[in-house]
């Protein structure tokens, strides 16, 4: 059985920085697209970080320069290292594993206000 678990979100101040850990079971997280969405009340989900099986990342224009997405194979786990929070980064962010199969986790809270 596939799982992903994320954590790690929380309330931070603008500015502040935040860890988000997918922790992976029932895969292999080097051989899958892995990816964070997230998204706000009332807004469309969006891709917000992603690495290919061969390390290749992509960013959402609004969040380069701020987050970084890495994994570590050996924990089964991708990480979105985010810092200089926003306000406008206030959503539910959900990691996914995609090939021809997909799998989601249950999302974590990340809210940024002062």
């Known amino acids: 059985q596939v799982q992903l678990v994320e954590s790690g979100g929380g309330l931070v101040q603008p500015g502040g920085s935040l860890r988000l850990s997918c922790v992976a079971s029932?895969?292999?997280?080097?051989?899958?697209?892995m990816a964070w969405y997230r998204q706000a009340p009332g807004k469309q989900r969006e891709l917000v970080a992603s690495?290919?099986?061969?390390?290749?990342?992509n960013y959402l224009n609004s969040v380069k320069g701020r987050f970084t997405i890495s994994r570590d194979t050996a924990k089964s786990t991708v990480y979105l290292q985010m810092n200089s929070l926003k306000p406008e980064d206030t959503a539910v962010y959900s990691c996914?594993?995609?090939?021809?199969?997909?799998?989601w986790g249950q999302g974590t809270q990340v809210t940024v206000s002062s």
């Open positions: 996914t594993a995609q090939r021809w199969d997909s799998y």
């Open positions: 690495i290919t099986s061969s390390g290749i990342t």
């Open positions: 029932g895969i292999s997280i080097n051989i899958y697209f």
